[in-house]
């Protein structure tokens, strides 16, 4: 709870700059454990972690970082979209083999769309999604969307109501 607290102190005393608070050393930290504690939550801990904005590339770094001093063993897996003239293309790194078991971490859910959208990529690409992992959740309505459309757990470090 106090890792909660000073985490919401960062980010109000940032007025909700995530990426801010994730450049600094202690933001990252404290982020970091927390969705450490989070992922080992899920049934098992997953082979991978999927990120795709670069705020949940910077939490996915401090997450492994926090998981090799724990002794987890993960991986990242980047999909990163571009818009071009021809439409939208998909470029991945480090893409798990099929049938991996992927937890998405993302640094926040508004609508839950852009999440729903890269868990859609890696469904198609043949890998078990097995839930989704925010740091902030600003929208029931974007949490709901993702329950009633992946039909995945969703845990959250900090949500709308505990941000004031």
Avoid: W
């Amino acid at each position: 709870m106090l890792r909660e607290n000073r985490l919401k102190t960062l980010l109000n005393d940032s007025q909700m700059d995530l990426t801010s608070v994730l450049l600094t050393s202690e933001g990252l930290e404290l982020a970091s454990q927390l969705c450490l504690g989070k992922l080992q939550e899920f049934n098992s801990v997953p082979e991978y972690i999927v990120c795709h904005s670069i705020s949940s590339i910077i939490l996915s770094t401090g997450i492994l970082t926090q998981a090799k001093l724990k002794e987890v063993t993960l991986q990242v897996s980047v999909l990163q979209q571009f818009y071009t003239p021809e439409g939208i293309e998909t470029l991945f790194a480090n893409l798990p083999p099929p049938n991996s078991r992927v937890i998405v971490v993302t640094d926040l859910i508004n609508t839950g769309k852009s999440t729903y959208t890269v868990a859609e990529h890696f469904l198609e690409k043949g890998l078990t999604v097995a839930g989704v992992l925010t740091l902030v959740s600003t929208s029931e309505q974007g949490r709901n969307y993702l329950n009633n459309s992946l039909r995945v757990r969703i845990k959250f470090i900090l949500n709308e109501h505990s941000l004031s």
